[in-house]
């Protein structure tokens, strides 16, 4: 099997619907936290079909995700990240052979086929204008889609040099009007949280109060940092050097130390305590995040029917990844610290011991 394929349970250990429930719940009463502008919402993780999620969690439907977006009620429009480095490094998202540029083209026309939403798109970390690059962005606005450039920052993630006009302040912004931006991308590591955090920091130069919020399955922020599924996160983007730990600014807030989070976020967080002090008006509900577990609504740790299960499936996974991953080593495409980094999951994921 491939990384995009998907297994067929004969027994669950997700509920889907109760999934989908708290979700919508709580993104709505993310949204009407903002009634001076907008919400832009990171979407983590694969959004139209995530056959990770559907292979690590038996029960969950892969195409679920937009479901939970096109039903809640809410005007909203869209904002596709694609990253500068990974356009000229072709960094591969499946092991199906595809270019970054091939998948991430394939991914943006899928997306307006399914919700007849024609996304705008932020080029982000771009540090020169290579041929390559150009080439790209010709490309889509051949196709009609409106593209903005969004710059590499020197000393990021310095907050004094993110949130100045050196910083956010050079990027080109983003017009939208709608309550609601979902901000999206075709892989990890895309620029979807500095996309969301420039455009509330421009919004504001416009007179719009926006906010901003995390809508993210993975890492599960109150399964235990060794559960499987957190693990299997891990392995799954061993080849940019996520891990996972429990939230720090969590832990000072609110003398709770089992909050887990994961690196990018916790290292992000600074840029967003300084974005608040120097731009965000104090009433903003941005001002009530104390950690960057409270910029999140993941709801995907209630709806586990069955811990041992998942544990399992989850191990599972951690096993196809280093497969897969040994795969790309062998086409000379992968890094072997890839491989070691997913065997040394593994042997965590197996001293697991399930909660029921």
């Known amino acids: ?16 619907q109760t999934y989908v429930r708290l979700q919508q719940q709580a993104l ?98 771009v540090s020169t204008w290579s041929e390559s690059l ?10 009609g889609y409106q593209t903005y450039l969004r710059y590499k920052i020197a000393g990021y993630p310095q907050a004094e040099q993110v949130i100045s006009e050196e910083g956010y302040g050079k990027d080109e912004y983003i017009p939208v009007t709608e309550p609601l931006v979902l901000v999206i991308g075709p892989a990890s590591n895309s620029g979807k949280l500095s996309t969301c955090l ?8 416009h007179g719009r109060d926006s906010g901003f919020a995390k809508y993210e399955l993975f890492p599960i922020h109150n399964l235990p940092l060794g559960h499987p599924v957190n693990l299997a996160y891990e392995a799954a983007t061993a080849d940019i050097g ?48 104390k950690s960057p577990t409270d910029m999140g609504m993941n709801k995907a740790g ?7 299960l998942v544990a399992r499936t989850a191990t599972e996974e951690i096993k196809r990844r280093i497969q897969w991953f040994s795969e790309q080593v062998a086409n000379g495409h992968g890094e072997t610290q890839w491989v070691e980094k997913c065997k040394t999951l593994l042997e965590r994921a197996l001293k697991y011991q399930p909660r029921n």
């Open 134 to 143: 150009k080439q790209f962005r010709e490309t889509l606005e051949r196709k």
């Open 242 to 289: 996520d891990y996972n730990l429990y939230d720090p600014y969590h832990s000072a807030a609110y003398d709770i130390h089992d909050a887990v989070n994961y690196n990018r976020d916790v290292d992000a967080f600074p840029i967003i305590q300084t974005l608040l002090q120097k731009i965000v008006p104090e009433n903003n509900f941005m001002h009530r995040y």
């Open 28 to 125: 709505t009463e993310r949204i009407h936290q903002f009634p001076n502008g907008t919400l832009y919402l990171e979407i983590g993780g694969k959004f139209l079909y995530d056959p990770h999620a559907a292979r690590v969690l038996p029960g969950f439907i892969p195409t679920i995700k937009p479901k939970i977006f096109t039903e809640v009620g809410e005007k909203y429009s869209v904002i596709y990240c694609v990253n500068a480095e990974d356009i000229e490094g072709n960094r591969m998202l499946h092991n199906t052979g595809e270019t970054y540029t091939e998948t991430t083209l394939s991914l943006i026309h899928s997306f307006e086929e399914s919700l007849g939403e024609k996304p705008q798109i932020a080029i982000n970390v």
């Open 1 to 16: 099997m491939n990384s995009k394929d998907v297994i067929e349970y004969s027994e669950f250990g997700f509920d889907t």
């Open 198 to 205: 420039g455009q509330v920091y421009l919004d504001q130069r």
């Open 302 to 308: 209630f709806a586990i029917t069955n811990d041992k």
